[in-house]
C-alpha cells in the first residue's frame, strides 16, 4: 500500500463528505493507494484549523495557493464555490497533480472549457454522486445490456423544497447563474440523463425565477426550468428541475422506456430499482420492485445484507475509490472533466434556449 497526500480546498458540506470518504475508502475497497489526509483549505484560519481538528487533517491554511503548491499535497480535492474551480484547477495542472472538481465543473461554460484544456494528460474527475449508487449503476447495466431494448423515452428531474417557502430570506443561493436551479441541480440529473440514454443532440427549454425578490434582495438566478430534448440515439426526453417543489426533499428521479421493457427509479428510495420487461406473462407483468444486495454493482464493499442498504456517503466513498485507481493506474476514469463540460453545454443551451424561446442544438456550443 503507499499512502497519497490528500487536500480538500472547501470544509464544509461537501467538503466534510470527502474528508469523510478519503478516511473511510481504504478499508472499503482495500484500495492499493491510501489517502492521507494532509491539508484542508477553508476561508478564514480559525474555520480551517476547525475542521482539521474535526476530519483528522494534519495541517490547515487559509490560502488554498499555499495547499496546492504544498509538496505534501499530491492529489487536490476542490470542494469550494464554483466560481473558484477554475483557478484552482489550472494552478494544480500546472504542477501535475491530480484533481477531483465538485459539480458543476467551472461557473461558466468558459471555466469548464479552460479547465478541460489544462487538464489534458492528466488525471481529472468531476464529482457527480448521484449516479454511483448500486442502483443506478444497475439500471445502467441494464440499458447496456439491452434488457429494455431500445431506448425510446427518458423522464428526469432533480426537484427539492429548500427555498419552496417564499418567505425564506434571500442568501449566497439566490445569487449568480452558478448557484441558480441550472447551476446547482440541473447538472445531476443532466449528468445522469447523459450516462444513462447518452449524448443530447438538441433541445427546447423555460427556465424562470418564481421568487423574484426574497428579504434581504433581489433574486438573480432561477427557480425552475424545464425542457424537452432529442437525444443523438434519437430517444425523446423531458426534464425538470426545481428548488421549490413543496415536498420533494432529493426528488433525483428518472423513468426509461425502451422497446422492451422500463426502469423507474427514485432518489429518495434510493436503494430499490423498479424494472418491468415486457416478457413476462399476461398475469404477472407489471413493474417489480428490485432492492439492491450484494449482486448489485459497489454494494457489497458496504454491506452484505441484501436490502440493508446503502446511502449518501458511501456515494461520495465510491467516487474516492475512483479517482484513487486513476492515480494508481494513470487512466482516466469516467466523468472526467470533458464528461463535466459536456454537462456544462447542456446548461448553457437550455439557458440560451430560454433566452430565445427556440430550439437550440448542442454543437452549436
Known amino acids: 500500500m503507499t499512502k497519497v497526500g490528500i487536500g480538500i480546498i472547501g470544509g464544509g458540506y461537501m467538503g466534510k ?15 492499493a493507494l491510501r489517502p492521507h489526509l494532509e491539508m484542508v483549505c477553508a476561508s478564514s484560519p480559525a474555520s480551517a484549523e476547525r475542521y482539521r481538528a ?34 484552482i484547477a489550472e494552478a494544480a495542472f500546472a504542477l501535475n497533480k491530480p484533481v477531483f472538481c465538485e459539480k458543476p465543473l467551472g461557473a461558466s461554460l468558459e471555466d469548464s472549457r479552460a479547465m478541460v484544456a489544462a487538464a489534458q494528460g492528466q488525471i481529472s474527475m468531476t464529482g457527480f454522486n448521484y449516479i454511483r449508487t448500486p442502483a443506478s449503476q444497475f439500471a445502467r447495466k441494464l440499458i447496456a445490456d439491452g434488457v429494455i431494448g431500445d431506448v425510446t423515452w427518458f423522464r428526469g428531474e432533480h426537484t427539492e423544497d429548500f427555498l419552496a417557502d417564499p418567505q425564506f430570506p434571500a442568501t449566497w443561493r439566490t445569487l449568480g447563474d452558478a448557484n441558480g436551479t441550472m447551476g446547482d441541480l440541473a447538472p445531476h440529473m443532466i449528468n445522469a440523463a447523459l450516462a444513462l440514454i447518452g449524448p443530447i443532440d438538441r433541445l427546447i427549454a423555460e427556465v424562470e425565477t418564481v421568487h423574484t425578490t426574497r428579504h434581504g434582495g433581489e433574486v438573480t438566478n432561477d427557480d425552475h426550468a424545464q425542457m424537452m430534448c432529442r437525444f443523438g440515439n434519437g430517444a425523446m426526453g423531458q ?57 448489485h454493482p459497489d454494494y457489497a464493499p458496504f454491506c452484505q445484507g441484501p436490502g440493508h442498504g446503502t446511502g449518501y456517503q458511501d456515494q461520495i466513498i465510491i467516487e474516492a475509490r475512483d479517482f484513487l485507481r486513476a492515480i494508481e ?13 459536456a454537462v456544462n453545454q447542456v446548461v448553457a443551451a437550455a439557458l440560451q434556449s430560454s433566452r430565445a424561446k427556440t430550439w437550440v442544438n448542442i454543437s452549436s456550443l
Do not use: C
Not at 424494472?275 to 399476461?282: G, N, S
Open 17 to 31: 463528505a470527502h474528508a469523510v470518504a478519503m478516511a473511510a475508502v481504504g478499508a472499503v475497497f482495500n484500495t
Open 54 to 87: 474535526a476530519y483528522g487533517f494534519a495541517r490547515a491554511t487559509d490560502q488554498w495557493q499555499v495547499l496546492v503548491n504544498d509538496p505534501a499535497v499530491e492529489a487536490i480535492v476542490i470542494a469550494s464555490p464554483q466560481e473558484t474551480h477554475r483557478e
Open 239 to 295: 426534464m425538470y428541475f426545481s428548488r421549490i417543489s413543496h415536498g420533494r426533499k432529493m426528488g433525483y428521479a428518472y423513468e426509461i422506456t425502451g422497446t422492451k421493457g422500463a426502469i423507474k427509479f427514485d432518489q429518495e428510495d434510493q436503494n430499490a430499482l423498479w424494472l418491468y420487461t415486457a416478457d413476462e406473462p399476461e398475469a404477472t407483468r407489471g413493474f417489480r420492485k428490485i432492492l439492491t444486495g450484494p449482486a
Open 329 to 341: 493506474t494513470k487512466t482516466p476514469v469516467w466523468p472526467t472533466f470533458e464528461d463535466g463540460m
